[in-house]
């Protein structure tokens, strides 16, 4: 009896990791629930396109993040109303910017690479520090991006004002004016940029964004650089709650100044979001492109009294450019009741309350492959003892005095004769 016993509890502790791994998790959680498709329109894919990078493994408990429906590789939209428009974006998300309501999306906890919108992070976290009427001098360093990049023009030794800055990076994407409002909002030296992009992992981490990590601070490809649309979002509520970031994304056209001391005359650049230019009530965004990250876009559009925001990402450019299909699922999102709603927009302070709050389960020592898999700079969500690990733990607990039981039978009982 003991051995049975013994053999049932040990089959009992393969189930005992305190969490299980998130890819088998999620590989679970769909399993039971099968991802509804995403509406996708008919086109060949482009040629040529670099293979994408492997992501982290899904985790159960940040893919839930705003709501038990969003964790979903697939669509999520409230029941009974119409289908989204068809869309290339691989995945997708619209939400209220006021409410937090989460209207619908298309995988919005997926991993994906953010290309250009990764500076609307950049703007939540240094717009409020730099004042915009500051001068300050590009260096040779600011002029340091990857080559064929977007940049608005900046040249070395040449005066801007930090407004003129936020203008280059919103409108046109400019990495060098990214690269210099990195550097400025982490103090100005040579760790600046460096600094900053760790004070933007930190406001991703407070904002509820745990499946943001940045790399760069323009967006332009580095490796383990991840955002979702749900994250985005997030970022782009904070933007949008600031006067300056408004006024910059809704600017059409903007003047360089011309540098006389370096003989360079000014020029006039334009806002690369079309959305400003012909859709009714748009608020502005920010475009994104390169080769890896495919498009990327984020936009807000406000309709009798509703503000509401668009993220996508891994779209193409045909048969609508990224704004447009922006537009589209504005469109979709504006036609919706004003109480349709699948999730929710986690604030700061939310955020906040659960990293407070104590854990039920003590976190064991890091030693060796743990210690190494805790030095990852990802931001995750905490990990919770799953269904399975829990009911093993009890199963032992509640089997231990019976083998205690038997085992001391066992050793107070007399030996039987042998028989010859």
């Known amino acids: 009896m003991i051995r049975s016993i013994l053999a049932s509890l040990s089959a009992v502790a393969l189930l005992i990791p305190v969490a299980a791994s998130p890819a088998e998790a999620a590989q679970a959680a769909a399993a039971a629930a099968p991802a509804i498709p995403c509406p996708k329109p008919k086109v060949a894919p482009p040629a040529g396109v670099p293979a994408r990078p492997v992501p982290p493994a899904d985790d159960p408990v940040g893919f839930a993040i705003g709501g038990d429906a969003l964790a979903t590789h697939g669509l999520v939209i409230p029941a009974g109303v119409k289908q989204p428009p068809a869309v290339t974006a691989t995945t997708w998300m619209v939400a209220d910017l006021d409410t937090g309501e989460v209207l619908g999306g298309c995988g919005p906890h997926v991993y994906q690479t953010p290309a250009s919108v990764q500076k609307t992070l950049l703007a939540a976290t240094a717009i409020g520090k730099l004042d915009p009427k500051k001068q300050i001098t590009v260096t040779a360093d600011d002029l340091k991006i990857e080559p064929g990049s977007s940049a608005v023009g900046l040249v070395v030794g040449g005066k801007y004002t930090i407004s003129t800055l936020w203008l280059g990076l919103l409108l046109n994407s400019g990495n060098d004016a990214a690269n210099a409002l990195a550097r400025l909002a982490g103090g100005g030296g040579k760790d600046g940029v460096a600094k900053t992009v760790a004070a933007m992992n930190d406001t991703a981490r407070r904002l509820g964004a745990f499946q943001t990590h940045a790399v760069t601070p323009s967006g332009l490809d580095g490796k383990g650089q991840f955002t979702s ?75 009798n009294g509703r503000r509401l925001v668009v993220t996508l990402l891994g779209a193409e450019a045909r048969p609508q450019r990224g704004y447009d299909q922006g537009a589209a699922l504005l469109d979709w999102g504006f036609s919706l009741p004003d109480d349709a709603s699948v999730g929710k927009l986690v604030t700061p302070e939310e955020t906040a309350a659960k990293s407070a709050a104590p854990s039920p389960i003590p976190e064991p020592a890091t030693t060796g492959n743990q210690a190494a898999a805790a030095a990852d700079t990802r931001p995750t969500s905490p990990q919770l003892l799953s269904v399975a690990a829990a009911a093993s733990v009890a199963l032992l607990l509640a089997a231990t005095p019976l083998l205690l039981l038997l085992t001391q039978r066992r050793r107070t009982r007399k030996p039987r004769k042998s028989r010859q």
């Open 229 to 303: 649309a749900y994250d985005l979002a997030l970022i782009a509520r904070v933007c949008f709650a600031n006067a300056d970031f408004r006024k910059y994304a809704l600017t059409k056209v903007a003047q360089m100044p011309a540098q006389p001391a370096l003989k360079k005359g000014g020029f006039q650049f334009q806002n690369e979001n079309k959305l400003i230019y012909k859709y009714p009530g748009a608020l502005g965004g920010k475009t994104g492109f390169t080769q890896l990250a495919r498009h990327s876009y984020v936009g807000a559009a406000q309709r």
